[in-house]
């Protein structure tokens, strides 16, 4: 692993003292076993640069000026991950936007903070904006964001891209932007209340255009030395703005199942990804689930029971990054926060107070196994210099926090 820069105490905790022996999780800094393997950093981050106009992004980041840029690179560079998932990057062919990014934000120091390289990129088109041709909605009118395949208002936008300092195995990367929503057993499919008919909202014509990913699935395998980390990358659709019918919390939540089952033996049989390769991962090969999933454990507008489904598995580690940034902005916003049932420690997402508060979204989440040896927030307190990067609504940056786990990859 990198040498990390100093982080302040406010977003280094350090695995929570968790004693968790049986899930191999150690304090940071624990000496790890010989031949065991190598010692990574992974993060994700919902960076919030998405822009409202195809090409816009390309436009802002063609200059080293951007102060949303600076901001959130300059957060990437003091926390230093070195896989890293960054939500809310509009897609761009060709990875210009992504180069530009690299080139003039991150390789740049920004605020005091060292530079950071990273040599290797993925991104791959996303469902947001693709016109869908039919009213997806029942509006009654056919185009707009709402009636894409996900919803944006171009082509791309809420994309994603996948950085690291290891390189990324390209030929076996496995994506799932096309699989319809119908071929999940038990899905969720949204109903129309106003008819008896059971899991109606969508025609039958619908339902063979209806895709299950809003932006895309990614398994995105990172070579570590000699050994194999998959990155399961994902960006669920928020679980609002829709009706009765609940489309898009019960989207949400067939979204996270997606890499619930694709993860365990004897659920993923029905996953078939673009090129038609059919197979969830195989128990021996590691992985490691990012992403912002739009979903806290106990409080929000989720469908009950949607992230359960990940920290409920045996596949799957839960490090409980935490910050002690996030415990003070609850107290002090107080509002919808002073009566959450979740600890304000675990929040990642700065929400409106007077509705969903402050939430646990995104989630870096190992396989069962993996010795985790730290995590953390990036949410400092406010006597902390560095909480100009984070700070209030308006917010400089994001309204979420990048969030990481030290662990250790092995064959």
């Known amino acids: 692993m990198s040498t990390r820069l100093p982080l302040t105490a406010a977003v280094t905790v350090a695995a929570l003292g968790i004693l968790?022996?049986?899930?191999?999780?150690?304090?940071?800094?624990?000496?790890?076993?010989?031949?065991?393997?190598?010692?990574?950093?992974?993060?994700?981050?919902?960076?919030?640069?998405?822009?409202?106009?195809?090409?816009?992004l390309e436009a802002d980041?063609?200059?080293?000026?951007?102060?949303?840029?600076?901001?959130?690179?300059?957060?990437?560079q003091r926390a230093n991950p070195d896989v890293i998932l960054l939500n809310e990057f509009d897609y761009v062919p060709n990875m210009r936007a992504v180069d530009l990014f690299r080139g003039n934000y991150l390789a740049l120091g920004q605020g005091g903070a060292d530079p950071v390289d990273y040599p290797y990129a993925y991104v791959a088109p996303s469902n947001t904006g693709i016109p869908s041709g039919f009213d997806l909605n029942n509006d009654g009118k056919v185009g707009g964001g709402d009636?894409?395949?996900?919803?944006?208002?171009?082509?791309?936008?809420?994309?994603?891209?996948?950085?690291?300092?290891?390189?990324?195995d390209t030929e076996n990367v496995r994506t799932f932007q096309n699989f319809l929503w119908k071929d999940m057993p038990g899905a969720l499919l949204p109903d129309n209340p106003a008819t008896p008919q059971p899991a109606d909202w969508f025609s039958p014509e619908e339902l063979e255009v209806a895709r299950l990913s809003s932006?895309?699935?990614?398994?995105?395998?990172?070579?570590?030395?000699?050994?194999?980390?998959?990155?399961?990358?994902?960006?669920?659709?928020?679980?609002?703005?829709?009706?009765?019918?609940?489309?898009?919390?019960?989207?949400?939540?067939?979204?996270?199942?997606?890499?619930?089952d694709y993860v365990t033996p004897g659920k993923s049989n029905y996953i078939v990804d673009d090129e038609g390769g059919k197979r969830g991962l195989r128990t021996s090969e590691q992985f490691v689930i990012v992403g912002d999933q739009n979903a806290d454990p106990l409080d929000g507008d989720s469908v009950d029971a949607t992230v359960s489904q990940f920290l409920d598995s045996k596949r799957i580690i839960d490090p409980l990054p935490a910050s002690d940034g996030a415990v003070e902005a609850a107290a002090l916003q107080g509002g919808v926060n002073a009566t959450q049932k979740g600890d304000p420690r675990n929040d990642t997402a700065d929400f409106a107070d007077t509705a969903r508060g402050n939430l646990r979204a995104d989630y870096v989440l190992p396989s069962a196994g993996t010795r985790v040896l730290g995590s953390g927030v990036f949410w400092p307190t406010q006597a902390d210099p560095?909480?100009?990067?984070?700070?209030?609504?308006?917010?400089?940056?994001?309204?979420?926090?990048?969030?990481?786990?030290?662990?250790?990859v092995r064959g």
């Open 215 to 260: 932006k895309s699935h990614w398994d995105v395998p990172v070579k570590v030395g000699s050994h194999t980390l998959h990155v399961l990358a994902s960006h669920p659709t928020p679980p609002t703005f829709d009706g009765p019918e609940d489309r898009n919390g019960r989207r949400n939540h067939d979204e996270v199942r997606f890499w619930a």
């Open 61 to 76: 980041l063609s200059t080293p000026n951007d102060q949303q840029a600076r901001t959130v690179a300059e957060v990437i």
């Open 386 to 408: 560095l909480s100009r990067l984070t700070g209030v609504y308006p917010f400089p940056g994001s309204d979420h926090r990048l969030v990481w786990v030290d662990m250790q």
């Open 20 to 56: 968790a022996i049986g899930l191999g999780v150690v304090p940071a800094g624990a000496a790890p076993g010989k031949g065991h393997g190598e010692d990574l950093r992974v993060a994700t981050y919902n960076l919030s640069l998405n822009r409202a106009s195809a090409g816009e």
């Open 147 to 168: 009636d894409a395949l996900g919803f944006g208002a171009f082509e791309g936008q809420y994309g994603m891209a996948v950085l690291s300092k290891y390189p990324i």
